[in-house]
């Protein structure tokens, strides 16, 4: 038997304090538990996070960003270095495939956001000074001068972790200190990189508790943590239901949360574009459903398809591919029960199954892909269709007439993506659904299927409640997802030598300031 | 007997349909009841007005910006045209003084205010284009296609009036409707300016329900307005408890509240400022304390003075002054006795009155300027004493050291603002303070009293909890302030002559883009 896991608390690996329990991942693909065990925290690790990273929070909110930058940056490094175990240790804690996706797609891009976040916190990229020399004033995004609670989801092990992704990277970039929950069903790929992320943040020579890592809360003592006015923000992706009480605990103590939740990311085809290309869409629509056994934020879980020839033909092409396409292990029997729960309400809410309506063989917590369809009549009388089916599954919805589909858009909650297919021919449907659909979304995609999520500055990972907990910010896409984590600062008569380096008259060699209404890389008082 | 005054909804004046009560505004210099009587609102106007605003958000998102900006302009213009009207019946209901105050200063500041905000919507000066090409992605804050309530202060009727003020301007420009909720105790300007924005809206040709105003809400409907899925945001300047009550409701339907709620803006007096010029600061702060009658967000309401000679001879100094003050009248009935009431509190919980332990002769809502003082080591023991007294008072703390003036800002609330006064010899003491009291203050003010809050695009009228529901937005300051009524829109390969203005290849002339990570006023493919 391997001794329980250290957590990360206080600056350095130790025993959980708590006996609340223990747990260990398991290998989805054959079901069977994996070791080391790993504690449950309970208050005694909670509140032990909470105090420590609240005693270096000024600390590190004072830090140099060339120091952020230089863990951040050697962070990726050792990331980089230790690839081979990491996706090793990943693969066996989510049965996600080595090859292409750990190895070639999510690592890197693991890596590559960290960078891009090391590049950001160097360059204040993220703080948007602005100055008015008539009035006296000069105000910038700041620290939180608080501690950041981010809660990974289980469907990316890099690049979502808490102590890795988006939101890990977007609160240290804004010089904040992290309290990682990790996620239980890859604790141990969580665990080795909070060992680098440890190290890397010694070599760097920044407060040791900046970076904390817990495997598994009490769900009290999550609530607890969100809810306690000395917690600057949250950050949350996962479920709906996790995801709103731990809203409901940080709006009663005023910490701003960042949430993103759930997303049917319905897809719009249209007559043109299914009779020039409707056997290749169906194609398209299958490859993306299916991928990473369907379990991605942004996977295309409703598609809204015209009644008639073109529509029929695409939905009989895209069920004999469902039906064909290999189902595979999800990461972990709560997903597969999750999953099977909500395939058996769309069932009972009236919708027929096309394909995978037969449990799947084999051992670990294997699945089928499914595909269900209704009529857009019956979709608009029963809500409890958009029930996400988070794995390999949509939901089809016939639609009689363009008013038919734009009447689905309005009973749809807020999403993170929607996408229309349509050709020169389908302008006028086109133009009508997207005019609905826009503000039902986050981000609108032309043509193809919104599974990939581009780190890019203009990325918005984001939606309408309750795709995400606000529609204003993103989760992906650096410097906007840096701005969650920060505090309007103003500095009103405030002299030069006690201002922030991006808001002294002579600002960071080459940075875009507004001074005076208008952008300049100039230094105050000098002509552009 | 005057009729009843009609309230603004659905796009026309007409009687409300509710009969669940009605007031009349006073006169606080007499006390007396102005005609006419204004209805209370209920479920019949509270219900029809959502319904409406909800029936031309799609128009009004998709207005050109040109007209938005002839609205704000229309409606600015109108209400210069009017001013001598707006200011007789402002001072009729606040007592506040014509000259300077109402003519001079808070009129010509909502107008420059409403020009700002129309220049912003033309430009698309809140919109944050931001284009990767290589990506095929395209990014900007948008309207957010549901309507904005707004509910107004009692302390500025034209400024922060629900229906001319900031919030108001704001959302506007982003193209929100507006259904206003206007502050009771100025009922009759909130009418006439509603009448002047209804005019100018119809002369815009923008949809006739794109602002709404009701008098009174009973607290009931505008929780349930406020807590409605439909409802796009709120923004709400007044007490806490109101505040807080909406911001459960707009949280637990995910809608996003923008807050302004109380705030004692500590200011903090160093020896060698206070040696070198203690008679002229007592001077300076009283006029601050006592300007308005007090009645300010940003009213010092917290000095935090050192023991020691210099700080003794300050605070006589400040006792004399204040007790020289002449008091005034308040705005209403309610805030008299809040007043009263938080001068109790203070007393009872050991504060020592050094000016103002009388009431207030005369007739109408008066009150006397009111100066309190307590050790920091009992200030530390009892947070009551941070109750906000709204009106002319400050409570002052006397500390030993600098380590208790840090131990009070330990203590404190999220404020709106904090000041320094400092000299040279003060340097150490003053840097200590500024770091604690950096992160707990959205405006740190140098040298000054921090009762003015200019119109720009550097302020910051925001602050940490519980001073705002959010750290990161502004109230006052455009481009700032319209953002936190905007969604952010995403693009994915979607076609240029799908794209908003701001977005396309081409867009607006001379406007500032972040195109593949660098700012430029050139169309995509055209180097700088």
Redesign the interface.
Known sequence: MDARADVLLEGRWQPSRDGVGEFRPTDPATGEALAPAFPVSGAGDAQAALAAACAVA?EL??ADPQRIAAFLDGYAQAIEDDAAELVALAHRETALPVEPRLAQVELPRTTGQLRQAARAAREYAWTEP???TV?G???H??????PVLVFGPNNFPFAFNAVAGSDFASAIAARNPVIAKLHPSHAATGRRLAQLAHRALLDAGLPAASVQALYQLRHTEGLRLAGD?RMGAIAFTGGRGTGLAL??AA??????SYLELSSLNPVFLFEGALRARGAALAQEFVGSCTLGVGQFCTNPGLLVVPRGAAGDAFVAAAAERMAAAPGGAVFSQGVRDHYLSALAQWRSLGASALAGDAPADGPGYRVRPALFCIDAAQFLTKPGLQTEAFGPASLIVRTADVAEAVAVIGALDGQL?GTLYADAEDRAAR?AV??AL??KV???????MPTGV?V?????H?G???ST??????AV?LP?AI??F??????????DG?LPVELRDRGPAGM?R?ID?H?TASAVGESA
């Open positions: 000024d909110a004072a602005t100055i008015d009035a004033l000069r105000s995004l700041a620290p939180l001068n608080k006015p809203k409901a709006d009663a103590a005023g910490v701003p993506t133009d997207a005019a826009r503000p986050g981000r609108l995609i032309g043509g193809r581009a890019s500055a203009a990325m918005n984001g309408p409640y309750p907990g606000h529609p204003g910010f993103t896409g906007a701005r969650r920060a505090a309007l600062h103003c500095y009103d008569h405030i002299d006690h875009m507004k209404g952008w």
